[in-house]
C-alpha cells in the first residue's frame, strides 16, 4: 500500500510569491490534516479536510488556504509568503477523522 | 499558550538502558494521547497511544503512562537501541461537539539520542 506522497519535496521561493503544496493520502483514507514544523515550534496543526470539507483549522492566518477534492488528494496554498513561513509542510492521513495519522515525508519550503 | 509541553528539547541515554521521555498537559479536556518518532527527512510516525480512561499501555518495547491528576504522560522505551535515536513528539486530542470534530495539539518534541 503507497504511503502518503508530498510533492515537491523543496522548493525555494521569495517574499510576496505564493506556493502550493500537494498531498496524496493513502487509498482510502478520507481525512487529510496538514501541519507546519519549525524549529522553535514544533509540530503546529494547519487544518484538516474530510470528505472535502475542511473540519478543523488551526491558529494561522487567512494565506494559508487548503482543498480536498474528490478522490481525497489536497492541496495547500500559501499566498503572500513571508520569511516566516520558512518550514516543513507536512501532510497526514488518516481513515477516519481522530484516527492514527500517516505522515508523508513533508515539503521543505524556504522563502527569501 | 502551549498546552502540551515537553520541557526537554534533547534526552541522551545509553544502548540497553531505559529511555523516559515526558510529556505535560494543561487542557483537562484532552481524551487521547499519541506519541510520534520522527527521523530527519522523514515525516512522523505513529508509535504507540492512550486513552484518558486508561493509565497505562504496552506495546513491545514501548509503554506509556498517563497520570491523569497530574496531567502528565510519560514515554518508556525499554531497552532503549540506537535505532530508537529520533525526535519524539507527544500529541493529544480534544474531541469536540458531537465527537466529528476535534482539537490535536502537539508538543515541541524531544531529540532523544541512545548511545551505542
Known amino acids: 500500500k503507497a504511503g502518503v506522497t508530498q510533492t515537491p519535496r523543496y522548493l525555494i521561493k521569495t517574499r510576496g510569491q505564493q506556493v502550493t503544496l500537494s498531498c496524496s493520502p493513502i487509498?482510502?483514507?478520507?481525512?487529510v490534516s496538514w501541519y507546519q514544523q519549525t524549529p522553535g515550534q514544533g509540530l503546529q496543526f494547519l487544518f484538516e479536510?474530510?470528505?472535502?470539507?475542511?473540519?478543523n483549522k488551526g491558529n494561522f492566518p487567512g494565506r494559508f488556504s487548503g482543498r480536498q477534492f474528490s478522490n481525497s488528494r489536497s492541496e495547500m496554498n500559501v499566498s503572500t509568503l513571508e520569511l516566516g513561513d520558512s518550514a516543513l509542510y507536512l501532510c497526514?492521513?488518516?481513515?477516519?477523522?481522530?484516527?492514527?495519522?500517516?505522515f508523508g515525508e513533508g515539503s521543505r519550503l524556504t522563502v527569501l | 499558550d502551549q498546552q502540551v509541553k515537553q520541557n526537554s528539547p534533547s534526552l541522551s541515554v545509553q544502548e540497553g538502558r531505559i529511555s523516559i521521555l515526558n510529556c505535560d498537559y494543561t487542557?483537562?479536556?484532552?481524551?487521547?494521547f499519541l506519541w510520534y518518532k520522527k527521523y530527519p527527512a522523514e515525516g512522523p510516525t505513529f508509535l504507540i497511544s492512550?486513552?484518558?480512561?486508561?493509565d497505562k499501555n504496552e506495546d513491545g518495547r514501548f509503554t506509556v503512562f498517563l497520570n491523569k491528576s497530574a496531567k502528565h504522560l510519560s514515554l518508556h522505551i525499554v531497552p532503549s537501541q540506537p535505532g530508537d535515536s529520533a525526535v519524539y513528539f507527544c500529541?493529544?486530542?480534544?474531541?469536540?461537539?458531537?465527537?466529528?470534530?476535534?482539537?490535536?495539539?502537539f508538543g515541541k518534541g524531544t531529540l532523544l539520542t541512545v548511545n551505542p
Open positions: 497526514a492521513s488518516s481513515f477516519r477523522l481522530a484516527g492514527e495519522l500517516f
Open positions: 487509498s482510502g483514507h478520507r481525512s
Open positions: 479536510y474530510f470528505s472535502e470539507t475542511q473540519r
Open positions: 487542557n483537562s479536556m484532552f481524551d487521547y
Open positions: 492512550i486513552s484518558s480512561i486508561k
Open positions: 500529541a493529544a486530542i480534544e474531541t469536540l461537539g458531537g465527537g466529528s470534530n476535534y482539537k490535536l495539539t
